[in-house]
């Protein structure tokens, strides 16, 4: 029903910035909450960023909290993710993700829907 597309990945220095897009698509649910998520190699998913439907609540992952800054516009189905003054652990490939819940959530459990991810990579 709802297809997410993430693009804006890439290879950025440490200390630089790049920002990504997630494009949803479909039957999308009347309201809902979007969130960020990366996987490293060798590495377990984790929680980077969510957003409630209004945009007036985020939360974070506490290493990237004051770096990274999650947004959405409505109008478009997209949700963004700013990501500042990078550094090489967050290399990762980065996924975005649609919930039926309006409220942010840490949870991937809670997620209906996921793009297939795109590649972020800093160097050193």
């Known amino acids: 029903q709802v297809q997410l597309v993430e693009s804006g990945g890439g290879l950025v220095q440490a200390g630089g910035s790049l920002r990504l897009s997630c494009a949803a698509s479909?039957?999308?649910?009347?309201?809902?909450?979007m969130g960020w998520f990366r996987q490293a190699p060798g590495k377990e998913r984790e929680f980077v960023a969510a957003?409630?439907?209004?945009?007036?609540?985020?939360s974070y992952k506490d290493s990237v909290r004051g770096r990274f800054t999650i947004s959405r516009d409505n109008a478009k189905n997209t949700v963004y993710l700013q990501m500042n003054s990078l550094k090489p652990e967050d290399t990762a490939v980065y996924y975005c993700?649609?919930?039926?819940?309006?409220?942010?959530?840490?949870?991937?459990?809670?997620?209906?829907?996921w793009g297939q991810g795109t590649q972020v990579t800093v160097s050193s």
């Open positions: 993700a649609v919930t039926r819940i309006t409220s942010p959530s840490m949870h991937g459990n809670l997620y209906d829907y």
């Open positions: 479909g039957r999308t649910f009347s309201s809902y909450g």
């Open positions: 957003i409630s439907w209004s945009g007036s609540i985020k």
